[in-house]
C-alpha cells in the first residue's frame, strides 16, 4: 500500500513537472524568437565575432533569469502583467544592444552609459537623426512586429501552473552568480546602466557643489608677477574638432582663412592631445587638478576656483543645454565661476543656438567694470550633428572632398564638418578681435575637448570611445593669442612642437594667468621652459605616440 501511495504521488510529480516544462518551455521559444531576430541582423549586416557570440549566451541566461518570476506568483492576472512587461522590456533592451553594436562594432560599456546619463534631449534627438539608417529601422520594425506577434500568442497560453518559488529563485540567483563570475554580465545591458546610474551618482557627489564652494582648498595662492591694469583673458572650449581639419594645421581645404590671416600673430601648438575622446572624461581632466597619473585628483579643485581665489572674476558662458542645475559634470564645473551663463535652454523640437550668441554674450560681461577677469566660452564647435553647427551663409563646401570612402552620405557629413570648422574659425576670430579691441594686457586660448574622427581613416564619423582608436579623435587644435601689453608683461616659453596631453591644462592655464599656488606645478605647462614631457597615455594603456607611430 505505501508502493503503491509512494509510486502515486512520484507519478503526479512527473506529471506536475512535464506541465511546468512544457509551459516554460513554450514561454522561453518566444523570447528565443526574439534573440533569433537580431542574430540575423547582426549575421546580415555585422561581422560575427566572439563577443557577439558571448552576447548570444547572456541574453539566453537572460531570458531564463526573466521567466522565473512567474512561478513565484499565484495571481494570474499578476503573473500576465508581469510576462507582458518583462517581454516588452527585454525586446526594447535586444533592440538597443543590437543597434548599438552595429553602429560602433561593440557593445555597451560604462564610458557609454555615462555619455547617455550626461546628454540632453537635443543631443539625443540629434544622434538619433545622425547615425539611425535604413538597417536600424529595419530592425526596429522587425522586432516590433516579431514583439507584437509573440505578445498574442503569449496571451492565449494559460498561466495555471503550480507556484515552485523556491526552485525557480534558485534557479534565477544560480544564473546571476554564473553571470557574474564568468564575466557574462558585462553583456547585460540593464546591469550595465544600474551599476553605470550608481557610478555617476557617486562620481557626481565627489565632485561637490562648486556653485556654493566657488573658492576650493588651494593653498599659497598669489601672482607669479605683478601685472598693473586691466586684465582679460577667454578661454574657448571647442567641441568634437579635429586638427587635422583646420587649414592652420595643413588641412588642403581653407577651413581656417580668418585665423590664416592673422597667423603671424598666433602660436599654433602642433602636438597637443586629448586624454579621452568624450566631453566628460575629458574636461573634468582638462579643467580640474585631475590628470591620467592621479585622476582622483579631479575632486581636488578646477581652475575656476583657482581664478576665484586669486582674486579674478570668472564668469562661465555655455552654448551647451545644461541637464538641469549641476546635473552634468563639465556643468557642475562651470557653476563655480562668479556669473554662469547657459544660453542653449530651448527645447528639443527648436532649432539649437549658434555659437556666435557667447560673443554676443563675452561683449555684455567685457563690459564689467572688474580689473581682472576670465571668461570660459563653451562651444557647441563641430558636435554632431554637424549640419546644425554653422548658419546657412557658411555653408561654403558642396564639392566632392577628398575621400576613400566613395559615397553621397559621406560626402555630405565630410562637407558639413568642414563647414562646422570654417564656422568656428569665425568666432575664434571674433573673440581674438574684441578682447584685442579692449587693448589691455590679455591673451586668448582656443582648444578642443577633443578630435572627431570624420571618414578620415576608418568608415566613420563621430568620437565613440570604445569603438574608435585612430589618431583624430585625440588630435586637437591649440591657439593662444596674447596682445602686445601681455608681451610686455609676461614673455612665455614658445615651443610649438612640444609633445603635450591637455588633462596637465590646469597648470598650463595657471602659468597664463601668472598664478602660483602649492598645488600649481610649472613642469606640466606647456608654456614653461621646465615642462617635462611625459609618456601620453591614451585609451586606459596606450602609449599614443607608440601606437600610432607618431615618430617625433
Known amino acids: ?66 521567466i522565473c518570476p512567474l512561478y513565484c506568483f499565484g495571481n494570474n492576472k499578476l503573473k500576465s502583467y508581469y510576462l507582458n512587461v518583462s517581454f516588452v522590456v527585454f525586446s526594447v533592451f535586444l533592440f538597443v544592444e543590437t543597434a548599438f553594436y552595429y553602429l560602433f562594432k561593440t557593445i555597451f560599456t560604462e564610458s557609454a552609459i555615462f555619455v547617455a546619463f550626461d546628454t540632453n534631449s537635443e543631443e539625443t534627438k540629434e544622434f538619433i537623426g545622425f547615425y539611425f539608417d535604413t538597417p536600424i529601422i529595419v530592425l526596429g520594425i522587425s522586432l516590433l512586429v516579431v514583439t507584437l506577434f509573440l505578445l498574442t500568442k503569449l496571451n492565449k497560453l494559460s498561466l495555471q501552473f503550480p507556484r515552485i518559488a523556491t526552485k525557480m529563485s534558485l534557479l534565477a540567483f544560480g544564473i546571476i552568480i554564473l553571470l557574474k563570475f564568468s564575466g557574462l554580465i558585462i553583456y547585460n545591458l540593464p546591469f550595465m546602466i544600474a551599476r553605470s546610474a550608481v557610478g555617476y551618482h557617486i562620481e557626481s557627489s565627489k565632485l561637490g557643489d562648486y556653485a556654493k564652494d566657488k573658492m576650493g582648498s588651494f593653498t599659497n595662492v598669489e601672482r607669479s608677477i605683478k601685472i598693473y591694469g586691466e586684465e582679460i583673458y577667454v578661454v574657448i572650449v571647442g567641441e568634437s574638432t579635429a586638427r587635422s581639419h583646420l587649414g592652420i594645421y595643413g588641412y588642403y581645404r581653407n577651413t581656417t582663412p580668418l585665423l590664416d590671416a592673422m597667423k603671424d600673430e598666433l602660436t599654433i601648438y602642433n602636438k597637443v ?10 574636461l573634468t581632466k582638462v579643467l580640474t587638478l585631475g590628470n591620467y597619473e592621479n585622476p582622483d585628483a579631479k575632486y581636488n579643485g578646477s581652475i575656476i576656483q583657482l581664478l576665484n581665489q586669486a582674486g579674478f572674476k570668472t564668469y562661465w558662458i555655455s552654448a551647451q543645454k545644461p541637464l538641469g542645475a549641476n546635473d552634468s559634470y563639465v556643468t557642475k564645473i562651470g557653476m563655480g565661476a562668479s556669473e554662469s551663463y547657459f544660453l542653449n535652454i ?60 566613395k559615397k553621397d552620405v559621406i560626402y555630405s557629413q565630410i562637407n558639413a564638418y568642414d563647414n562646422a570648422v570654417r564656422y568656428t574659425d569665425y568666432i575664434v576670430k571674433s573673440v581674438i578681435e ?12 582656443y582648444f578642443s575637448d577633443h578630435g572627431e574622427e570624420v571618414y578620415d581613416d576608418i568608415e566613420f564619423s563621430g568620437h565613440f570611445r570604445d569603438m574608435v582608436r585612430t589618431k583624430n579623435v585625440y588630435e586637437i587644435p591649440f591657439v593662444l593669442w596674447q596682445s602686445e601689453k601681455y608681451k610686455q608683461n609676461r614673455n612665455l616659453f614658445s615651443n610649438q612642437d612640444r609633445k603635450y ?25 606647456i608654456f614653461s621652459e621646465h615642462l617635462r614631457e611625459r609618456t601620453r597615455i591614451v585609451f586606459d594603456t596606450l602609449d599614443y605616440d607608440a601606437y600610432f607611430k607618431t615618430g617625433d
Open 501 to 525: 596631453m591637455s588633462d596637465d591644462l590646469f597648470h598650463s592655464m595657471a602659468d597664463l594667468f601668472c598664478i602660483k599656488a602649492k598645488d600649481v606645478d610649472s613642469s606640466r605647462s
Open 346 to 405: 530651448k527645447n528639443a523640437k527648436e532649432k539649437t543656438l549658434y555659437d556666435e550668441v557667447l560673443v554676443k554674450k563675452m561683449h555684455e560681461v567685457l563690459q564689467d567694470k572688474n580689473d581682472k577677469k576670465v571668461v570660459f566660452l563653451h562651444t557647441l564647435g563641430t558636435h554632431m550633428n554637424y549640419k546644425y553647427r554653422y548658419p546657412e551663409h557658411y555653408n561654403v563646401f558642396k564639392d566632392i572632398p577628398r575621400s576613400k570612402f
Open 1 to 66: 500500500m505505501w508502493f503503491l501511495y509512494l509510486k502515486t504521488m512520484l507519478l503526479v510529480k512527473a506529471i506536475r513537472c512535464k506541465q511546468v516544462m512544457s509551459k516554460f518551455f513554450k514561454i522561453f521559444s518566444k523570447y528565443l524568437l526574439l534573440i533569433l531576430v537580431a542574430i540575423l541582423f547582426e549575421c546580415v549586416f555585422s561581422k560575427l565575432a566572439l563577443s557577439l557570440v558571448l552576447n548570444l549566451v547572456e541574453n539566453i541566461l537572460f531570458a531564463i533569469v526573466l
Open 434 to 445: 574684441s578682447v584685442k579691441s579692449k587693448n589691455v594686457t590679455s591673451a586668448v586660448l
Open 273 to 282: 592631445i586629448s586624454p579621452d575622446t568624450y566631453t566628460i572624461a575629458s
